[in-house]
């Protein structure tokens, strides 16, 4: 009866790289595979798991009698990763738009540059979907935003006001509530985003091909 928040981090889809085989087994044997280097059958099987399983959320909120009334917030945290993987893979990335035999990396983010683990566009511009009963189905909207940015959106979709949040400096989130159902309106004022990767890892920047280390971009 009471409002309730669910907050779903689905491990999928995430290395290490595995799905049950009649699953990868079905999409290896597809005659017509994807485009732009997303070849890899396991990838497409984990995919589909996150796809059933997005799934099952709904159809419990339909059973519930609660789906008019919830909003449904989809974002994934990265790119993806579009270099080999698997043991004895040298990380080695997809050219854009390349394809590759044998071991395809799990997908590509053409036509973006990178991927997960980088601060190009492939690595950090990412799907976010929302269905509510208030947002405009349909529409795309192209204003860039951020993870930060949820937070203050469900405050305001639940009716209560974000401004007080904003008082506090160190709060970076803007409600996208304007951008979700108020056509023309240009109150999310958002104007600067930042990103900061602290790691060094063995990902092959898709510049040079060295591994990537801490790097920030605005």
């Given amino acids: 009866d009471p409002p309730f928040l669910l907050y779903f981090a689905h491990f999928a889809v995430h290395t290490p790289m595995e799905a049950p085989a009649d699953q990868v087994a079905a999409f290896a044997a597809k005659k ?10 396991t990838y497409a099987a984990m995919l589909a798991s996150l796809d059933r ?9 339909e059973e519930a009698g609660l789906s008019d009334n919830t909003y449904i917030v989809f974002m994934s ?3 993806g990763v579009d270099w080999q993987v698997g043991p004895g893979s040298t990380p080695l ?17 053409f036509p973006f540059r990178g991927g997960k683990a ?13 269905y509510g009963p208030r947002a405009k189905g349909g529409r ?15 405050y305001e979709l639940a009716g209560l006001d ?3 949040l904003y008082r506090d400096p160190s709060f970076d989130g803007r409600s996208l ?14 104007d600067a985003i930042f990103w900061h990767y602290p790691y060094n890892v063995v990902v092959p920047d898709p510049t040079d091909g060295l591994p990537g280390g801490p790097v920030s971009a605005m």
């Fill in 53 to 61: 399983s997005v799934g099952s959320i709904r159809q419990a909120l």
């Fill in 93 to 109: 990335r997809i050219p854009v738009g390349g394809e590759y035999s044998g071991n395809p990396p799990p997908t590509s983010n």
């Fill in 162 to 164: 974000p401004a007080p």
């Fill in 118 to 130: 980088t601060v190009y566009e492939g690595g950090v511009r990412v799907p976010l979907i929302v």
């Fill in 177 to 190: 509530a304007p951008l979700l159902y108020r056509s023309g309106d240009q109150t999310y004022s958002k």
């Fill in 77 to 79: 945290d990265n790119g």
């Fill in 32 to 41: 017509q595979k994807g485009w732009k280097g997303q070849r890899n059958a």
């Fill in 140 to 154: 795309w909207v192209h204003r860039p935003v951020d993870m930060t940015d949820i937070f203050p959106t469900l």
